[in-house]
């Protein structure tokens, strides 16, 4: 594969792109998967970042023993988007800020895809026309 032109760019360039993504976890998740250098970047410098901007706590406690995360940055990064338990705790935004209300929230699906409690020969019964077919 050829090199392109932005492969050339410095990391800091690259960086401040990416910061202006930041609102969006599924920005970052996709600049992810274009190649090993913009995946370097983002686990190990923008989630960094973005951990220590917005749950400052959580990474104090967690940096006193070492430099890194249990798990890297971006499971920290993961945790703090997706944990409910951190949403009660005060510590992030709504979950609906990033989209994710069909995968968090389970109230959020449509009452049709919701499964019936009523067993399933009772179900066919209502459905199908009296009499067997003739």
């Known amino acids: 594969m050829t090199e392109s ?16 993504l930041e609102d969006d976890p599924r920005s970052w998740s996709c600049l992810a998967c274009v190649c090993t250098k913009f995946s370097s970047l983002i686990r190990n410098i923008c ?3 973005k951990c220590s901007k917005t749950i400052p706590s959580v990474c104090a406690d967690l940096l ?3 430099s890194v995360p ?9 945790l703090s988007v997706c944990c409910p338990g951190l949403h009660h ?3 992030l ?14 109230d959020a699906v449509p009452q ?8 399933y020969s009772s179900k066919m019964e209502k459905e199908s026309p009296s009499g067997s077919g003739s």
Do not use: T, Y
């Open 47 to 49: 989630f960094k970042q």
């Open 89 to 91: 705790a005060g510590v």
């Open 112 to 119: 049709a895809s919701r499964p019936s409690s009523e067993p």
């Open 70 to 78: 249990p798990g890297g940055w971006a499971s920290l990064h993961k």
């Open 64 to 66: 006193s023993s070492s």
């Open 5 to 20: 032109s932005f492969s050339e760019l410095s990391d800091d360039i690259v960086l401040n792109i990416f910061s202006k």
């Open 93 to 106: 935004l709504g979950h609906s800020d990033f989209g994710f209300e069909r995968d968090i929230v389970p």
